[in-house]
């Protein structure tokens, strides 16, 4: 700090430099994670689709499966965008 009490320039590029690059980071993680999440979402729909045809114990394993990739993805999704996350 110099004497009049202001912070150096320096520190503050480095202050605003760092902070953008977490916004960044974090906008890109947010997007990232949303389309792997939508991805899964839409495999799980599908193999409860595929399950629906299939007989006997595969059909259930489908099921299964697809439900607990449904329940995930979309337990994701409430993750990234429905809770606050300013604490």
Known sequence: MSTD???EPDV????VRDGIVDGVRSVLSIAIWSVLSI??????I??????TTAS???SLG??????????CSVYLL?????VDRRR
């Open 62 to 71: 489908l099921v299964g499966l697809g439900g607990v990739l449904v329940v």
């Open 12 to 15: 503050v590029r480095q202050a």
């Open 39 to 44: 991805f899964c979402l839409l495999s799980g």
């Open 5 to 7: 009490g202001s912070p």
């Open 78 to 82: 409430y993750l990234l965008h429905w």
């Open 46 to 51: 599908g193999l409860v689709a595929l399950g």
């Open 56 to 58: 006997g114990v595969v």
